[in-house]
């Protein structure tokens, strides 16, 4: 099975800018045919991917890179699949929509936390809206070279629907963020890969077996009681989706700001849903 990977990402992908590909048959002609499922990356979801009916034979999916040489990028994104046998042609038959077994729902990090989310550039610390780039022409107003064309802007490019549109009898799919980013932002530590992050986080799996439990079930104070009131409110807040991202661009990760109790903070929580909702 061919699965066209980050299909979005402005270097070398299905549809990224500098690419040159506007569809599936285009880029890959007389095997076309044997496609049945697009991933998605990191800067888009599966709303931003609903935008282009072109894409709604293909089974959305969601993966992380593997080949990351940090243990915290595996995992970040992921597919939820119901199988009645856990075989190799069920994982097929999920994919193909073909049979009992599907694809339940995805498991995504916000797009705005994607590298390429928003048009930028790197080197002069630009980054825009869509709608602020296609003003510019894409022009990076502090040195006048060429942005870098984030996934947001290049949807609208190609897209034929309105933002919200949700075709019907589509997987669902969960916003979340990885565990030990969130211990890192929660404690102000510089990076993940830090003594004091790992330890938080062991505690935590250590207790309830894998990152996802913690994410999305685990009680807050259950969590408090294995680590503290502070990890465990980010917890909670990334699960209710009383998150801040700043954008990703041009190879930038968006900055999370999580809000935890923030009274200048005026967002509205959603409820995330758990395993359960989806079984």
């Not at 935590?204 to 104070?221: N, Q, S």
């Not at 807040?237 to 991202?245: A, H």
Request: net charge neutral.
């Amino acid at each position: 099975m061919i699965i066209p990977a980050h299909i979005w990402t402005p270097w070398f992908s299905l549809f990224g800018a500098f690419s040159g590909f506007d569809s599936i048959e285009d880029c890959y002609q007389d095997q076309t045919k044997n496609i049945h499922a697009v991933e998605t990356g990191l800067s888009s979801d599966p709303p931003m991917n609903w935008r282009l009916s072109s894409l709604d034979r293909y089974t959305l999916v969601s993966n992380s890179d593997s080949h990351s040489p940090w243990p915290w990028r595996i995992g970040r994104e992921a597919n939820a699949l119901v199988l009645y046998e856990l075989t190799y042609r069920g994982i097929v038959e999920a994919i193909m929509r073909k049979g009992v077994n599907r694809v339940e729902f995805t498991i995504e990090t916000d797009p705005s936390y994607g590298k390429y989310h928003w048009t930028g550039h790197r080197r002069c610390g630009v980054s825009m809206s869509p709608i602020e780039a296609i003003k510019l022409r894409n022009i990076c107003p502090v040195c006048g070279r060429k942005l870098t064309k984030g996934v947001s802007q290049r949807v609208e490019e190609l897209a034929d629907r309105p933002d919200g549109f949700k075709p019907k009898n589509v997987p669902g799919y969960i916003h979340l963020l990885p565990l030990s980013e969130i211990i890192q932002v929660t404690k102000g530590y510089s990076s993940p890969n830090v003594r004091q992050v790992w330890s938080a986080y062991s505690k935590l799996i250590d207790r309830f077996g894998d990152e996802y439990t913690v994410l999305m079930e685990a009680p807050a104070k259950e969590i408090a009681e294995t680590t503290d009131s502070e990890i465990a409110g980010s917890v909670i807040s990334v699960r209710e989706g009383r998150v801040k991202i700043t954008p990703g661009y041009d190879g930038v990760y968006g900055k999370i700001d999580l809000l935890t109790g923030k009274e200048n903070v005026k967002t509205k929580a959603r409820r995330r849903g758990t395993l359960d909702d989806f079984l």
